[in-house]
């Protein structure tokens, strides 16, 4: 409780991170502020004979009405609540909602406000979190996938291209005829097997000259080309068992994590979600009312299909301020202007170069380098 001159105030925590506070304004202060309002609205208030606000005091009251007590409790519940709140020690982080239970000018006034605060983080002990990293590995099937993918998109680009055949130059048209004499042994074999379907293909397979002349990839023979393609798949596969590893440890530290998320926050990620789709929307042309009733969805609809991933995505910051904090992980002026600098494209570091920009830049660096520190933390580095 916190006891001063003025007010009593009885603090109380409530779940998901909301706090309520009771507070009592004695009958010397209500009748203080009761009169400043007066003083206030008199002078707007006209009664005939009267010069404006020079009518006696009990007309004027009359003429006012609750329009007075409104008055001053607009001005007395959020100046004494912060009044109140800065002693107690507490910010809120959304908007104060005010329950009056009693007010009597004689007797004083009584109220609640209730608020969200920031959360409390509690981190466990990370050390304990024992999460293996998956080994990949590419095989012959996985390659012969690709390869065969990568042939399909050939045979559907040439067939596009001779499906507009008639719009091509004459000179195009005689080199693409020669070719097609070239492969004629090929094209009455696919024919034979049941394969020509109104196109005329250079290559019924994968082959050394297709995997020279049509994948643009640099190679001189089919091996070479599967050897490409086991590297890459190889480096997809390394890349998602990667992040798999690292989401899975960020899901047992915050298992570990104490933590009541603030529906505030929820909101507000959604609200940001909300915009940024809009926005998507409107790049397209389109107009965001138009879209919904097309798509027969609602911005509630959208938002509660969202609500999951936001409160995951809540979690994981609020992990990893905390973290950062527990740390003493820090991100320099210096890191943050290098880190804009590395930026070729002018536009772009043009819109980092700013207050709004730089703070983007901090919050980025120093999730990475907090993530980073979870790391070595689980791994014992």
Known sequence: ????????????????????????????????????????????????????????????????????????????????TV?????????????????????EVEE??????????YPEVKIGNLKKIKVKEEKVKVTDEDVEKVLKEMFEDWKKREEAKQAAGSQEPEKAKEERKE??????????KAAKEGKKEGAILKYSEPTDK???????LQVETLEELKKKVKE???KQK????????QNKIMEKAIELTTMEIPAAFVERELDRRLEQYKARISSFGLKFD??????????????DGWRDNAHAFIQSELFLAQLAKNESIEVSDEEIQKQIDSVTDEKTKDQFNNPEGKAYVYTVLSRQKTFKRLMEIVEGK
């Open 1 to 80: 409780m916190t006891e001063n001159n003025k007010y009593d105030a009885k603090v109380k925590k409530l779940e998901k991170s909301q706090v309520e506070v009771s507070i009592s304004v004695p009958e010397t202060e209500v009748k203080k502020a009761v009169e400043k309002s007066y003083q206030k609205l008199a002078p707007q208030v006209k009664i005939e004979g009267f010069r404006a606000g020079k009518a006696p005091k009990d007309m004027i009251l009359a003429k006012i009405g609750p329009a007075l007590y409104e008055e001053a409790l607009n001005q007395m519940l959020p100046n004494i």
């Open 83 to 103: 009044e109140v709140l800065e002693k107690e020690g507490l910010t809120p982080i959304d908007q104060v909602r005010y329950d009056i239970e009693k007010f």
């Open 108 to 117: 004083g006034l009584i109220y609640k406000a209730t608020f969200s605060v």
């Open 179 to 188: 070719e097609e004499l070239n492969a004629q042994e090929k094209i009455e």
């Open 210 to 216: 297709w995997a020279k002349e049509e994948t643009q």
């Open 232 to 234: 890459e798949v190889q």
């Open 238 to 245: 390394e890349s998602i068992a990667k992040s798999d590893y």
């Open 290 to 303: 138009d879209f919904l009733r097309v798509q027969k969805t609602s911005v509630e609809q959208l938002k």
